[in-house]
């Protein structure tokens, strides 16, 4: 539920230092990294955040009170799962980590007569314009000898905090608009406005020998500060010092995780990549067990599904193979989301109100139920999750859809018919035949999205893409949709002109490109790397019309070129942990198609991976497989991209190139030969599709 972090002030992607952009290269806030504390809650390589999080900064002074605020430059960064360290200017240390429910800090001083722990309840959101989060009403009272409460409402949400401070001959104290409240036990605010506004908070001081360590241990409630209290003592104890402990549990925890797949091979930077990627892909959504602010009863509480638009395609089904009964608590949330608010949301923050995003796309959480209904996770009431997605199909554009078969944005057409096919198939596995078949016919109005004499999408508006990245997504009748664009050669020449084969290489945007460099670039109609959601699936489309050897080669340029180590070692924002577990799948050379139970198979980047699943181990491994070379600036350079040149499933032949989930999540053994030229393994037999349930030209 916690994280925390060096508070810039900045925009957090990009490594805190830029402003806000959407066009050509960010424009830096500064110079290199600082900090003016350090807060709780952020999200995690998302779009436009605006101004949500960064809540209760603490920060360490030696400085009077009037400086908080000030920001002083970072050095000797330290950055782990579940920990963070460096040394501000100030000659702080300054440690941070985190549990379930709390967070430790650690702070180490110089000498000095004046040390000052400072928590600022009134912080939140970020240092650019309308990025700042304005409390709606706060309190914060002190309860003894280095204890303090207070909460916070915060975006709609009563965010409580019980704190500890261990250094009791340190005064503690209130203060309000960077001034001191002598005597004052209790602050109060029933109604804050933006003009009204002034930082708040409390403190701990006194004198600090060189290198003493103070501790702050702080746990968080969405119910109130009695529940943060124990939050903080069943993590860690009461009273005891418990930054060791704490990041060493958190450490494990991590460990055992990011352990669930392992891999053998490869450059030592790109298996520094893989582990990093893992990392990325579990620190999202959010799980608030029993912590729900909007509905009394205990249960999972999932929040920061920032937004499914995100992470329903890669993250998802991550988290269904290696943490089933998380996915499945995410499923129920959503569920509860459903029931109390009416919809299921496509983003749900930390706010009151499901933050839908509606904008992005519709119907989304269908394709998680469809994918867990179909594997047997959990025991969810079916029945009851039948009802709510059948439901939310008529909502919002959904309306629309029903009654004319088509919408727009015309990208939503697509979402709600993948949508219909996904619920279709729950509704047939609950014994629903009259309403599966009702469902299957308008899952088939997918065609009303695209023109038949362009073989791409109709002209419409488009989130954050065009017609041509839209226009190859994997919808659930891949054989209807190449068939509509005149069959395999015109739709592979389609998708190798926005792939840029042959063509000459793009000439990137610098800082604040002018509109007629933005329009030029916009209308060659190109891939434009890893960096958008729409993108991720369309590599794979090739897969679909026999030439896997095209997406081994895309693919393979994706993963070496636009991923590295080190700060800027991705292409583009990591949406929550969606691009990071794309490249998970995309190294162990598998892909889901969420909502279809299939897994497409390519060339790994790794001589051997093993998924620990919950059934057993599934493990691809490779003959001729080549060691890729490393350069200076952290980036793997192989020469060339492999290809399959056959498979064995459990020793006997595999001839297609996909894989049902079902058979990945019982676990097996899948080898795969190498070799650096293309071959014709997987071109003969298609992955299934709604109008082709066998592949063009399969066996029965």
């Avoid at 704490?246 to 797949?261: C, I, M, Q």
């Avoid at 697509?414 to 198939?425: E, I, P």
């Avoid at 069959?487 to 610098?510: E, I, N, W, Y």
């Amino acid at each position: 539920m916690v994280s925390a972090c060096a508070y810039s002030g900045a925009y957090p992607t990009g490594y805190g230092l830029y402003t806000k952009n959407t066009e050509g290269v960010p424009e830096a806030m500064f110079d290199a990294p600082q900090a003016s504390g350090f807060t709780h809650f952020q999200q995690s390589g998302t779009g436009a955040i605006r101004k949500y999080y960064n809540y209760v900064r603490v920060t360490p002074m030696v400085q009077p009170l009037d400086c908080l605020g000030q920001a002083w430059a970072l050095h000797d960064e330290v950055a782990e799962p579940g920990y963070y360290a460096a040394t501000l200017d100030t000659g702080v240390r300054s440690e941070l980590t985190v549990g379930a429910k709390v967070a430790v800090h650690r702070y180490t001083f110089p000498q000095t007569r004046s040390a000052r722990v400072v928590l600022d309840l009134s912080c939140g959101g970020l240092a650019i314009d309308h990025g700042r989060t304005v409390p709606l009403r706060a309190h914060v009272e002190m309860v003894g000898p280095g204890r303090a409460q207070g909460t916070v409402v915060v975006e709609g949400v009563p965010l409580s905090v019980y704190v500890e401070f261990d250094t009791p001959r340190w005064r503690q104290m209130l203060w309000y608009d960077r001034r001191l409240i002598e005597g004052g036990t209790r602050l109060d605010f029933d109604r804050i406005r933006q003009t009204t506004l002034r930082p708040f908070g409390l403190l701990f001081m006194g004198s600090a020998a060189a290198g003493q360590s103070v501790e702050v241990r702080i746990g968080f409630s969405l119910r109130g500060c009695e529940q943060a209290r124990r939050n903080l003592h069943r993590e860690c104890g009461e009273g005891e010092l418990a930054f060791d402990d704490l990041r060493a549990r958190t450490s494990a925890n991590w460990s055992d995780h990011v352990g669930r797949v392992e891999v053998q091979g490869g450059t030592d930077a790109r298996r520094q990549v893989f582990a990093t990627s893992m990392y990325h892909s579990l620190i999202k959504p959010c799980f608030g067990d029993d912590e729900s602010p909007f509905w009394p009863t205990p249960g999972p509480f999932a929040f920061d599904v920032c937004t499914m638009w995100d992470i329903y395609k890669t993250e998802i089904p991550l988290l269904a193979a290696i943490v089933p009964d998380r996915a499945v608590d995410l499923l129920e949330s959503l569920i509860r989301v459903c029931e109390e608010e009416g919809n299921f949301p496509i983003g749900y923050r930390m706010a009151r109100g499901a933050d839908r995003f509606f904008r992005q796309a519709s119907a989304l959480a269908h394709t998680a139920l469809a994918d867990a209904h179909a594997l047997g996770l959990g025991d969810l009431d079916w029945n009851w999750a039948l009802v709510h997605m059948a439901d939310d199909l008529r909502r919002m554009y959904g309306e629309d859809y029903y009654e004319h078969g088509v919408v727009h944005p015309i990208t939503h057409t697509l979402d709600l018919a993948y949508a219909y096919h996904c619920t279709a198939g729950v509704a047939r596995a609950m014994g629903d035949p009259m309403l599966a078949e009702d469902m299957v016919a308008r899952s088939r109005l997918w065609s009303n999205a695209f023109d038949p004499a362009t073989g791409l999408l109709v002209d419409s508006s488009f989130y954050e893409g065009g017609k041509w990245n839209y226009s190859f997504r994997l919808i659930h009748d891949m054989a209807g949709r190449i068939a509509l664009a005149g069959g395999d050669a015109p739709f592979v020449r389609m998708l190798d002109s926005f792939f840029g084969f042959g063509a000459d290489p793009v000439v990137q945007p610098g800082v604040r490109p002018d509109p007629t460099t933005m329009a030029a670039g916009y209308a060659l109609n190109r891939f434009e790397g890893l960096n958008n959601e729409p993108d991720m699936e369309a590599p794979w489309s090739y897969h679909y019309a026999g030439r896997p050897d095209r997406t081994a080669e895309v693919v393979h340029a994706a993963l070496t070129h636009q991923f590295g180590t080190g700060p800027g070692g991705l292409p583009g924002n990591d949406d929550s942990g969606g691009l990071s577990s794309w490249y998970v799948w995309a190294s162990l050379g598998l892909f889901p198609i969420a909502g279809q139970g299939l897994f497409l198979v390519n060339a790994p980047a790794f001589e051997q991976a093993t998924i620990h699943l919950a059934e057993g181990d599934f493990t691809i491994e490779t003959s001729g497989h080549r060691q890729a070379p490393i350069s200076s600036d952290g980036f793997d350079r192989p020469p060339a991209p492999q290809y399959v040149q056959s498979a064995r499933l459990n020793g006997k032949p595999l001839d297609v190139a996909h894989l049902s989930a079902a058979t990945v999540h019982a676990g097996g053994r899948l080898h795969l030969e190498l070799g650096p030229e293309p071959s014709e393994w997987g071109s003969k037999f298609r992955p299934p599709s709604l109008s082709d349930p066998h592949g063009t030209g399969a066996r029965p």
